[in-house]
């Protein structure tokens, strides 16, 4: 096993020192071994926050060999080594600061692997614009977590083969899930049950509601109403709790 160990599942952070450590080798003129370098900057910006913070320019040095080549651009010759760690460095921290600032909550990073687990584009973009949302565009944030939901619960459908209308509100794509994943309150006999899974119901019920009042999708009279993100990260933590329990139960087979 080497000095980083990529084979297990590295969280975040521990994927951003990882990187930041192989960019420090690189800088040096060392040698990172091409799997494990790309096996880290894939973890990397598999987190909202890095792909939220990072520069865009690092997503495209995915192999040790375009990292070396934007370093080198940085500077060579005599001291060239202090100068590309460096840049390294400027790429690197601001993601690592974020992370350790827990700019990202933990729920955020669950939500995300699931809906690569469930490899659905539509629900990873989703995810991604909700979160990116959530602070500066509060009623954006707010209809892409009504999207997140509608997209994780037609993908579950599609997955298990079960026809719905395109058009379908969420209380009835809620409804086709739920049947298919065993959901339904009234098929649980014990209370605490039935209440988890009647507070289900009426999370999703009320964010399709939110959404018509408060998200950007429809146009407004004269009455604007206009969230705050405190209201948008409600929204979108809920959400992403529900489409990750969802997600979860569909991966379990099932079992409500």
């Known amino acids: 096993m080497s000095a980083i160990d990529v084979q297990g599942d590295l969280g975040a952070a521990d994927a951003c020192e990882a990187l930041l450590a192989f960019a420090i080798t690189i800088a040096e003129g060392g040698d990172v071994p ?21 520069d865009k320019a690092l997503r495209r040095y995915s192999t040790p060999d375009l990292l070396w080549g934007y370093l080198r651009s940085v500077a060579t010759g005599s001291g060239s080594w202090a100068l590309r760690r460096n840049a390294a460095h400027e790429l690197i921290d601001p993601v690592l600061e974020a992370l350790h600032d827990q700019t990202e909550m933990p729920a955020d990073e669950l939500v995300t692997l699931a809906a690569i687990r469930l490899n659905a584009e539509s629900v990873s973009e989703a995810w991604s614009r909700a979160l990116e949302r959530r602070d500066s565009h509060p009623d954006g944030a707010i209809t892409t977590a009504r999207t997140l939901l509608e997209s994780t619960m037609k993908t579950i459908l599609d997955d298990r083969e079960v026809p719905y209308k395109s058009d379908a509100d969420l209380p009835a794509l809620y409804k086709a899930v739920g049947k298919e994943l065993n959901l339904s309150a009234g098929a649980h006999t ?44 409600l929204a979108v933590n809920l959400a992403g709790s529900m489409a990750l329990f969802l997600l979860e139960t569909h991966e379990a087979g099932g079992t409500g």
């Open 34 to 54: 091409k799997s494990e370098y790309r096996a880290v900057h894939k973890r990397f910006f598999e987190s909202p926050t890095a792909r939220r913070v990072a």
């Open 190 to 233: 014990e209370e605490m049950f039935k209440q988890i899974l009647g507070g289900c119901n009426s999370v999703v019920v009320g964010l399709g509601s939110l959404r018509n009042k408060a998200g950007d999708a429809h146009g407004a009279g004269r009455k604007l109403y206009r969230p705050a993100p405190r209201h948008a990260t």
